[in-house]
Structures are given as structure tokens and as C-alpha cells.
């Protein structure tokens, strides 16, 4: 089974696509893509499809999607293989789970190649770092599961892999700056800044790029838009970090221009990775 998530779905049994085109079987076949070898019970699978408006022939009409997965399932598998499509979307105490372990996971390639680009990171390897992680992020061909309708379950998970996404971003930030590409990065960081408003990390970054690159006066002009931004939205200030970081810049820390430091793994400022 080949699975694709980081972009449109795809789910390939034996070559073959078993995807369906109806929107509320694709629903229950990423969640139990997502969830691989776990039981999805039913009561998560109605809330994921009709969230709180379940109508009293949920039982039934689920039935009934998941038989349409199984006739998907059955009509790719070779008949040698000695299997039965139950055996792939299996019946369990309470729900259903998909019992095949996925041989080719774009999800699982982007976690293996993240976790192998921090430790790089983390050995003061930025070289390999970068080119890890901006492997793992090629990975991604959009939005994940664009194509398919979310509900309340799906959009949660959903969230857990933006939200990696954006730290390995960080990441390969990091290890870009300390290979000294800080001009290179101005571009994308503002785009960044910009998308993401509130995040202290690309802020910082922003701000590194900026003060190597010899502009102080960006660099402390991106601090106040954070600030603002921050007590506009949210009414509090900046974490103590970033304010150490633009303290520092003020006092012309030394330690800043060392291209084998970044905005978050300084010292005078590690954000979390």
C-alpha cells in the first residue's frame, strides 16, 4: 500500500487507486490512513462525518461506507494474494481499522527525514541538516488532504502535521543561518512573517537575517510588528526571549554576527525547537 497525504490523497493497493470519489467514504479512509493499525471508533468516525447533527441512521449509512471502501479494496487486490478486503478495512471492537501497515508513507518519510535533519542540527551539522530537511519539506505537494472534506477529527490531526511543518521550516531556517545564507532568506521570512504574524520563532529569524545582513533598523522594525501585533491580538508582549534577542541587537552583542549561531539557537535566546 502506497499512501500520499502531504498534498492531494492517494491511496494505492497493488498499483490501483482505492480512493473513492464520494466525499464521506474519503473522510473515513484518511482518518484510518492517518490512524493505520489503530482502531477508529465509531463514534469518531460520526463525529468526523456529521460532527453534531448524526442522524438516527448513522449506524446503518456508515455500514454502508465502509462496504464501498471494502468493494474499493477488493477490486485492487490480486486474487493469488490469499486475502479478503476485510482483512485490510478489519472490523474491531468498536470500530474499524485499517490492518495494513503502509510499505510507502509520505507522512512517515517526512517525520524520518525531520527527525534525522534535528539531530544533524543538533550535532552542528548545518549542512546536512539543510539538506534534510529541505528534503522532508519537498515532500509536501500543498495542503494536506486538500482534496478531501474535514471534519472536527480530521481537522485536529490535520493541525498536528501543519504544525510540524512549520517547526522543521524553523529548522531548516536555522541551518541556513548558520551556513551564512541570511540575504538569501530575507525573502522567504518576510513571506513568513507576514502568513504567520504571531510566530516568535520566524520572527527572530527575520530579525538575525536582517542584523547580518546589515540592516539593524528592519531588524528592530520587525520586532515592534510583532510587538503590536502581539497586544493588539492577544494583549500581552513578546516572550522575554525575543526581547533578550532585541536587546541584544541594540547593544551590538558580538555573538550575534557568528554565523554559527541563528535568531533561536542563541544564547541569549533558544527558543524551543
Not at 465509531?42 to 453534531?52: F, R, Y
Request: charged share 25%; proline share 5%; aromatic share 4%.
Amino acid at each position: 500500500m502506497d499512501v500520499r497525504i502531504l498534498g492531494p490523497f492517494t491511496v494505492r493497493l497493488d498499483g490501483k487507486s482505492i480512493v473513492p470519489s464520494a466525499a464521506k467514504p474519503r473522510q473515513i479512509l484518511a482518518l484510518l490512513v492517518l490512524r493505520a493499525e489503530q482502531v477508529v471508533t465509531v463514534p469518531t468516525l460520526m463525529e468526523e462525518i456529521w460532527g453534531d447533527q448524526i442522524p438516527r441512521s448513522a449506524a446503518t449509512t456508515l455500514q454502508t461506507y465502509i462496504l464501498h471502501l471494502r468493494r474499493q479494496v477488493r477490486a485492487a487486490l490480486r486474487a493469488e494474494e490469499g486475502i479478503d478486503a476485510k482483512d485490510v478495512i478489519a472490523t474491531s471492537l468498536g470500530g474499524y481499522r485499517l490492518a495494513v501497515r503502509p510499505c510507502s508513507s509520505d507522512v512517515r518519510e517526512f517525520q524520518t527525514l525531520s527527525t534525522r535533519g534535528l539531530k544533524a542540527l543538533e550535532a552542528n551539522d548545518p549542512h546536512t541538516a539543510s539538506a534534510l530537511l529541505r528534503k522532508a519539506l519537498d515532500l509536501w505537494r500543498g495542503q494536506a488532504l486538500v482534496d478531501v472534506p474535514t471534519g472536527r477529527v480530521l481537522s485536529v490531526d490535520l493541525l498536528g502535521l501543519e504544525e510540524q511543518r512549520i517547526r522543521v521550516l524553523e529548522q531548516r531556517i536555522e541551518a541556513d543561518l548558520m551556513l551564512g545564507r541570511h540575504a538569501a532568506l530575507l525573502a522567504e521570512l518576510r513571506m513568513l512573517v507576514a502568513k504567520y504574524p504571531m510566530n516568535e520563532n520566524l520572527t527572530a529569524q527575520l530579525m538575525t537575517a536582517f542584523y547580518r545582513s546589515g540592516a539593524l533598523w528592519r531588524a528592530l522594525n520587525a520586532f515592534q510588528t510583532l510587538r503590536k501585533t502581539l497586544i493588539d491580538e492577544l494583549g500581552v508582549e513578546p516572550s522575554s526571549r525575543i526581547q533578550r534577542l532585541h536587546q541584544a541587537m541594540l547593544s551590538g552583542e558580538p555573538t550575534l554576527s557568528d554565523n554559527s549561531l541563528s535568531g533561536s539557537w542563541h544564547t541569549l535566546a533558544p527558543f524551543p525547537s
